[in-house]
């Protein structure tokens, strides 16, 4: 007898389809990533192309495709992520453990290089993206950034204890704002501390890029005369390939 799949939908997929979820009846009670997402194409095929170069995530981790899923398991797909860039998301708190947060209102800079200072340490730095007005001759009217918030702060938490095993001793602390973000607006600031300041920019821009890579973060483009979801721009995505 067939049972019900649901599957979490988010940022341009979630527009693709008109739905932040998909269910499919499926007699199987496990299967694999890659199975989930050969279904869901045949099911969609003019959703193909986007379902192709997604990858499924299982209880908040990315799947590889031949990791085995169930159908009781917290399942979503996820689009390639657009970088950088406790309660419920538009309460105005911060979401998740102190040092790795998600909020909806404006980041306070200082406010997280507090988060990193540490009496032993002679460096402390802060990467800091905000909203730009022209990217490749289009003007950009205002950024929208969306979220799988539990997933997300679980993505920069781990990406803090890569930094942590990569460069003993160094704090990290990220924080990164969804929701409309204005021209000049920061969305995202990551702040690192060390004893000595080449490691805190190594580690700093480590982080920047490993949070292109990994965190289920999407942003949309909204210009003049329209929008556009931006996807990874690194090249083929893979949030499982590790960063030297």
Known sequence: MAAVWRISLFAGLAERFGSRSVTAEWPEARLTAGQIKDRLMELYPKHADIISIAFLAQNQSYA?????????????????????????????????????????????VNGILDKVYHPDHGAAIAFVGATREWTAGKRTVTLEYEAYVPMAVSSMKQIGDEISAKWPGTLTAIEHRIGTVGIGEISVVIAVSSAHRAEAYEASRYAIERLKQTVPIWKKEVYEDGTEWKGHQLGPWNPLQETP
């Open 64 to 108: 590889h495709d031949d990791a085995e899923v169930g159908r009781e398991d917290e399942l979503a797909l996820l689009p390639p992520v657009s970088g950088g860039s406790g309660e419920q998301a538009g309460t105005g708190t911060a979401i998740g453990p102190e040092l790795f947060t998600v909020v909806e209102h404006p980041i306070d």
